[in-house]
């Protein structure tokens, strides 16, 4: 299997610009997560999914983050209108329930910068 | 709630060096407990996992131990190298009747930085 894939690995753009991350995790799991990790903040769970539906999203950080799981291989995260503070690295991670002390398998990241 | 706790960072270890990480964790139920490490530029990968009370993970050279009493996952390494500076991330996730709940929580990361 390939891992967990997201696109695009780096993303420059401008404040106020619209910004759509995306994953595919691996065949056959059930969840899937976004985090962001920064400096200050380190790593923060933002939303995660079981079977495409959204479980808890209590860490996205205001409504213009939004996030998508139209079918088992695919996710999007949006930020509209995006701005400078969003700067960060996005990770996404897949993993399978059923088994005890299941692992999270991490993508490599999009490094995002609002300039 | 859950939480996770490690050491404060950074840490500067010689080469052949013995390293400690200090984890500890507060969960409302029976977790599982992972170290994940996170070379530069990349994303997160777990190094080894225990799920249930003296459990050792193992792995390149790590252990940890699941310690129920004193709610404790340190990370060990014996001799460390200049290949092992990472970030080191101590996380639990919840089990119930022998299945994961999925969701992970996280300790803050502790830096590691090993000289030649």
């Known amino acids: 299997d390939a891992g967990v894939i997201q696109s695009p690995r780096h993303e420059v753009t401008e404040m106020g610009q619209e910004v759509t991350l995306r994953c595919k995790p691996i065949s056959g799991h059930d969840y899937l997560f976004w985090y962001r990790q920064t400096m200050m903040r380190g790593l923060e769970l933002l939303i995660y999914?079981?079977?495409?539906?959204?479980?808890?999203d209590s860490g996205m950080p205001e409504d213009r983050f939004s996030a998508k799981m139209p079918n088992a291989s695919f996710s999007t995260l949006k930020i509209q209108p995006s701005e400078p503070r969003d700067s960060a690295v996005y990770f996404c991670?897949?993993?399978?329930?059923?088994?005890?002390?299941?692992?999270?398998?991490f993508g490599p990241g999009t490094r995002l910068t609002v300039l | 709630g859950n939480s996770v706790t490690q050491m404060e960072g950074p840490v500067t270890l010689s080469e052949e060096a013995f390293l400690t990480i200090n984890c500890t964790y507060t969960?409302?139920?029976?977790?599982?407990l992972f170290w994940y490490v996170q070379y530069p530029g990349e994303g997160l990968q777990l190094l080894l996992k225990a799920t249930k009370a003296d459990d050792k993970g193992s792995n390149k050279g790590f252990e940890a131990t699941y310690r129920k009493e004193t709610t404790s996952f340190h990370l060990e390494k014996g001799s460390v190298q200049v290949s092992d500076s990472a970030v080191y991330f101590c996380a639990l996730t919840l089990n119930a009747g022998g299945t994961s709940y999925g969701k992970l929580t996280f300790g803050q990361g502790t830096i590691l930085t090993v000289h030649p």
């Open positions: 969960a409302t139920g029976y977790p599982s």
């Open positions: 991670a897949s993993s399978k329930r059923g088994h005890l002390g299941s692992e999270q398998f």
């Open positions: 999914f079981n079977n495409n539906v959204p479980i808890d």
